[in-house]
């Protein structure tokens, strides 16, 4: 599976929107991005995942670079339930990179 | 019902102790997979299974043994464990087909984990 860069941690204000960017450069050209988190003492969880366009959910944007070495989920408002470490996974969803560890200031 | 339970929530063993975590959904996926996560560490895969065959094995030692009964059941066997073997272990469940030529996995749903602590 290809590798994935992530920064390490990131903080943002409550109620502020977050880009959580993500380097993938040797992506092939049939790997999906996936993004799941992980919330303190749970299981990580689905988030959103595209291919080449850029995706929409309830949960949050992907946008994707056209030349697909690169993405960044985006959350439009940063809620306190939001802190979490963000994983950026390619391909069969297997491998887990570092993560995002993602703090939300009050 | 879109959830994948385990049991127990917690485990204390000894290392000459023999005990087994259990892992059970009801969503009809067909792949089923095992983690072991460090604290501040990501997930890091042990096991997948699919079709209820061990598809993946990640050079995982022999102490640790997992077999699944069957579609809705993985359970991990646990023998002759070491205190670094202590962690969270994760179980997780997905859709898994296949499309043009290539196999492809749906969302993975996690358990919240079996959190291991060996003496």
């Known amino acids: 599976d290809a590798k994935t860069t992530q920064p390490n941690s990131m903080e943002s204000n409550e109620e502020e929107p977050v880009h959580l960017p993500c380097n993938h450069s040797?992506?092939?050209?049939?790997?999906?991005i996936h993004w799941y988190r992980q919330l303190p003492s749970q299981g990580p969880e689905y988030v959103i995942h595209g291919l080449t366009s850029n995706v929409n959910n309830r949960m949050a944007s992907l946008a994707i670079a056209e030349d697909r070495k690169s993405s960044t989920l985006i959350l439009h408002r940063a809620t306190l339930r939001d802190a979490a470490v963000y994983y950026c996974?390619?391909?069969?969803?297997?491998?887990f990179g570092t993560g995002t560890s993602l703090t939300v200031i009050p | 019902d879109t959830e994948v339970t385990q049991t127990p929530k917690h485990l204390v063993m000894g290392m000459t102790n023999k005990k087994s975590l259990k892992c059970e959904q009801h969503m009809g996926h067909r792949a089923m997979y095992w983690y072991k996560q460090k604290a501040k560490k990501p997930p890091e895969l042990m096991f997948v299974y699919s079709y209820e065959k061990l598809s993946i094995n990640e050079s995982v030692p022999s102490r640790f043994s997992p077999e699944c009964p069957n579609s809705s059941l993985l359970n991990l066997h646990l023998h002759a464990l070491q205190p670094e073997d202590s962690a969270l272990y994760l179980c997780a469940s997905s859709l898994i087909g296949l499309a043009g030529g290539q196999v492809y996995t749906g969302e993975l749903f996690f358990g919240e984990g079996s959190r291991l602590t060996v003496l």
């Open positions: 996974i390619l391909g069969n969803q297997f491998y």
């Open positions: 040797t992506i092939s050209g049939t790997d999906y």
